[in-house]
């Protein structure tokens, strides 16, 4: 059965052509920087928004025309297995993600819960075998359920502490059996809604405590993959513990774990903190903990999390650029499409279509972006702002030579100081003519 109307592999055409099934920028096979856009791109579909979210809003029912939706149960789960897999051959993708609830649904009891995911895993186990498709990572939703009202790791109720533990555990074997290249943390409700009955201190540590017996399993059955944590401000509890990048970079230097995770980045969750998209990719890179990356965005004039696919060529170009200059690009990770079709694109195809603009806008950012850099668009600028620290007294400051004293006998001296224009407007423009003309 063809779930997506028996849409064939979708090619590259090239900017010129009209096919809506066709990439315009996307040519997997083009070298950049050494590297096919396959391998920097590293494309990856999110099974939640493509196969389990069915157009559901605050102030309406679902509106998603899908045919696996004549299934329930664990008939359901297998129908979209096979859903899945088709978009990965169609859209050429090589990689995928899920949480846990995603694949399978839950039991009576957590025994009977995982009894349906490990046959679920046994089939995208062989679905894997046979199309040579990858799993980029995989997670577990401790958000959904009731019982995680309060939390799961920072929880008040040590029984959903370990409810929590035991649904991890069983996850990190799944990511071990699927070769699962990285491992997600997202807090989905690791966080607070009032100090006035909250132990921060306990809940943070208890968050702690739990990460680290993550690792400590991971290691004991052999599972190498990344682990990663993945920063967002709000949504659905007020206070998140992994609030932004730099956030989670604290958090994970005091708790003795920076050597053990990366984060994973995505745009709109960078938005929500008040951020733009690189700039948390530029702290993350510049601490060397930039493990992978969510492609999606968000609506400006809305303020939660939209998801919506990346058509955004300014922003992608911005991204892939703090990308390629990260030590080993991607590295581990990947691109992965945490985002969804708007509830009014309904039908099937749409899921393609977005895909084929998100990798689009991907492609044409790394395009762009190779190209600044081959001509040090930025580093020029960036070179030419900073001069003043390359000789005479900033030298001094950089190397450590200055102190207190030198440098106020130097600022004693009275000679004039001329600041020089940041001439943003031009750079800006600049970015904007790379985007025509590359």
Known sequence: ???????????FEGRQSTNPLSFKFYNPDQLILGKTMREHLRFAVAYWHSFTANGTDPFGSGTAVRGWD????????????????????ILDVDYFCFHDRDIAPEGATLQETNQNLDAIVALIKEQMQASGKKLLWNTANMFSNPRFVHGAATTCNADVFA?????VKKALEHGKELGAENYVFWGGREGYET????????????????????????????FDAQFLIEPKPKEPTKHQYDFDA?????FLQKYDLLSHFKLNIEANHATLAGHTFEHELRVSRINGVLGSIDANQGDMLLGWDTDEFPTDLYS?????????????????????????VRRSSFEPIDVVYAHIAGMDAFARGLQVAAKLIEDRVLDDVTDSRYASFKSGIGADIVSGRANFKSLEAYALQNKPIVNQSGRTELIKNVINQYISNV
Do not use: P, W
């Open 1 to 11: 059965m063809s779930y997506f109307g028996n849409v064939s592999k979708i090619q």
């Open 195 to 222: 100090l006035l009955n909250t132990d921060l201190g306990l809940e943070l540590d208890n968050l702690a405590r739990f990460l680290h017996m993550a690792v400590d399993y991971a290691q004991e059955i052999g």
């Open 316 to 340: 992608t170009t911005l991204a892939m650029y703090e990308i390629l200059q990260n030590e080993g690009g991607i590295g581990r990770g990947g691109v992965n499409f945490d985002a969804k």
């Open 70 to 89: 004549q299934y329930s149960g664990m008939d359901l789960a297998k129908a979209r297995v096979e859903a899945c897999f088709e978009l990965l051959n």
């Open 246 to 250: 730099a956030t989670a970079l604290a």
């Open 163 to 167: 409810y929590a533990a035991a649904q």
